[in-house]
Nanobody, 124 residues
């Protein structure tokens, strides 16, 4: 599966962006999907994930209440509100077919497919 992330950009602190992740397959709902990010000099980290059905979601503590992951049949979204300078990073969507309908993949090394990333820059 090939993934494409879009929606990144430059915003001021407190602003919002919505990232979108689309896939080359007809059955994107066969995959658990995650958003991960990598800031300069730091390791890639899991930010949010969603199960195949969309009923199960997970966000890391630093983005809870600000970011929301969701999905429809063909796209996975990451709504990012109240952005902070520390959110600045390249954001990637990644997908994996492992597990059941409730499973959420969270380990960067275990995702089977990655998109090329989109830059999010938050100015103070």
């Amino acid at each position: 599966v090939q993934l494409q992330a879009s929606g990144g950009g430059l915003v001021q602190a407190g602003g919002s962006l919505r990232l979108s992740c689309t896939a080359s397959v007809r059955t994107f709902t066969d995959y658990t999907v995650g958003w991960l990010r990598q800031a300069p000099g730091r390791e890639r980290e899991f930010v949010a994930g969603i199960s195949r059905t969309g009923r199960n979601i997970k966000h890391i503590d630093s983005v809870k209440g600000r970011f929301t992951i969701s999905r429809d049949k063909n796209t996975v979204y990451l709504q990012m509100n109240n952005l902070k300078p520390e959110d600045t990073a390249v954001y990637y969507c990644a997908a994996d077919q492992v597990g059941n309908n409730a499973y959420i993949q969270t380990k960067p090394a275990d995702f089977e497919a990655w998109g090329p990333g989109t830059q999010v820059t938050v100015s103070s």
